[in-house]
């Protein structure tokens, strides 16, 4: 039976929330520099952020934005309004505003409550800008809050495929994103749950396990609680870093060995639903490519290795607190199921290691995306300011 680290965590009621993987393939090097994009704005400190009084000033119709559109995102559906209308929501843990709008235009209902207040959001590989409601969010069923602060954009660029996001990081995340009221934090789905009373912990709950097809419904989220059924072992928790800015996130510290050589030293960095890839500063990176033997692939951007490398790969190790991670040679490889979504050949063999770039030394070395998420059942724990990590039963399956 599963087990917790802190005697006085009991088992809590919680509401469980289905997600999925989605891909929007739009060019051979999306996918890595969309999460490099999106690493710019963590370390930049920007969380969410963007001009929101130039809107005002401008209106609408006058905002230019260039980005680029999300090439894989991790999706739920969440219902708006009563009557209800359903929306396709990223899950950001690198944000805490929900907004919707992007694809699916925002439907008012007998619940829509309007504000005075305009929004804008910044998130390096994307960005919205609108106005802010009130409406009634139904999470899944048992589940529904009353007055949740939303976004509803105007204008929205760099989320094809999706209608908007459902921001569960920090509150802190979400102050400054409205205009008049600067000052103002808006108050994330969990923190409203958790203040009307609607969960028994306030906390959420990650768990993802590898897919070998699009769109599969693999993921869920619980919300007020841990579920028990979705890990193994120990639940062990570490504290929110206090290195800046990792602490303004979901960041935690970590060390990484290659095989018994280890490539990062012990520093600060993020977990993060909103990433695709395990990123590493560049000269952990460079130090783990030449381990391998892997060379860069120009079609994907993406480490690729032959059959013969693959079986000479060793496991990465994630020293987390007193606890130490095995990550498989198989959880490093990309899904070959999905290599022709990715842009590279059927029988290719491509890793989901990759490069952070010359932001290496901005006081953010890692980013733990979903590609190591998927290996472990995750909890951020809101009240107590730390992160949990468990092993899984997908922990060492061979699917990749």
Not at 63 to 82: H, K, L, P, R
Not at 104 to 124: E, Q, R
Not at 186 to 195: F, G
Not at 228 to 233: M, R
Request: glycine residues 10%; aromatic residues 8%.
């Amino acid at each position: 039976m599963p087990s917790i680290n802190d005697a006085t965590q009991t088992s809590r009621s919680f509401v469980s929330l289905p997600f999925a993987r989605r891909m929007n393939y739009t060019g051979s090097a999306d996918m890595v520099e969309i999460d490099r994009a999106r690493a710019r704005m963590f370390c930049a400190n920007r969380p969410g952020r963007g001009q929101v009084g130039d809107l005002q000033a401008q209106g609408a119709s006058m905002i230019d934005i260039d980005v680029t559109s999300q090439a894989v995102s991790y999706v739920t559906e969440v219902q708006i309004g009563n009557p209800p209308t359903a929306y396709t929501l990223l899950i950001d843990t690198g944000s805490s505003n929900t907004w919707v709008g992007a694809n699916k235009s925002y439907v008012t209902s007998g619940t829509t409550m309007p504000t005075t207040n305009l929004i804008s959001l910044d998130y390096g590989s994307g960005s919205m800008k609108g106005i802010e409601l009130l409406d009634q969010v139904t999470l899944a069923p048992g589940l529904t809050i009353e007055n949740q602060s939303i976004g509803v954009a105007w204008v929205a660029e760099g989320f094809d495929g999706v209608d908007g996001i459902l921001g569960i990081g920090p509150t802190e995340l979400a102050c400054g994103t409205l205009f008049p009221d600067i000052m103002e934090c808006v108050p994330t789905v969990t923190d409203n749950a958790w203040s009307k009373g609607l969960i028994g912990a306030y906390e959420v709950g990650i768990s993802f396990a590898p897919v070998t097809e699009v769109g599969q419904v693999n993921g869920e989220l619980t919300f007020g609680g841990i579920d028990p059924s979705k890990y193994t072992g120990t639940l062990n928790y570490v504290p929110i870093t206090s290195s800046s800015p990792a602490n303004k996130y979901v960041g935690i510290d970590q060390s990484v060995s290659y095989g018994d050589v280890e490539i990062l030293s012990k520093t600060a960095g993020i977990v993060d639903t909103g990433t695709t890839l395990l990123m590493l500063s560049s000269d952990a990176f460079n130090t783990y490519k030449n381990l391998t033997g892997a060379t860069m692939d120009q079609s994907t951007q993406l480490l690729r290795i032959t059959r013969e490398q693959y079986s000479q790969l060793k496991s990465m190790y994630f020293h987390i607190g007193d606890s130490t991670y095995e990550f498989t040679p198989n959880a490093q490889l990309w899904p070959r199921a999905l290599n022709t979504e990715l842009g590279g050949t059927n029988d290719g063999m491509y890793l989901i290691v990759s490069d952070l770039g010359e932001l290496s030394g901005n006081g953010i070395e890692f980013i733990n995306g979903m590609s190591f998420l998927e290996r472990f059942y995750t909890v951020y724990d809101v009240e107590n300011s730390r992160v949990g990590l468990a092993t899984t039963r997908n922990t060492y399956v061979n699917s990749n």
